[in-house]
C-alpha cells in the first residue's frame, strides 16, 4: 500500500519541517497499518482513548513518554526501536527539525 503521508527526503524550501510529535505519529500509524490493527485495538492495549491515539498519528498531541512507551509496546516495539525510526526518519532531512511546538 503506497503511504500517502511519507515525509519527502527534502522538503520543498517552502515547507516547513516536520515537528518531532508528527514524525512520532506517522511511525505509529504507519507500524499499526502494516500490523493491520485497528486505533481501538492498540488504544485499548495501551491503555489510552481511541481519539487521543488518533491525535497522537495525526501528530496533534505531544505524548509523554510513558504514553509512547504503552503505544509503542502495544505494537510490539520498544521505545528505543520507536525512537530509532523516528530518528532515521528525520536525518534523511536536510536542515532542522523542531522538537517542540
Known amino acids: 500500500m503506497a503511504d500517502i503521508l511519507a515525509f519527502p527526503a527534502r522538503p520543498a524550501p517552502d515547507r516547513p519541517e516536520p515537528l518531532w510529535r508528527e514524525a512520532v505519529g506517522h511511525e505509529l500509524r504507519e507500524e499499526r ?20 491515539l488518533s491525535e497522537v498519528e495525526r501528530g496533534l498531541k505531544e505524548p509523554s513518554s510513558e504514553i509512547l512507551g504503552a503505544v509503542a509496546g502495544a505494537l510490539g516495539l ?13 536525518s534523511q532531512i536536510s536542515g532542522p527539525v523542531c522538537l517542540a511546538a
Do not use: I, K
Request: net charge positive.
Open 33 to 52: 497499518r502494516t500490523a493491520e490493527r485497528t486505533l481501538a485495538d492498540v488504544a485499548t492495549d495501551a491503555g489510552v482513548s481511541t481519539q487521543y
Open 78 to 90: 520498544r521505545l528505543v526501536d520507536l525512537t530509532s525510526r523516528v530518528s532515521r526518519r528525520l
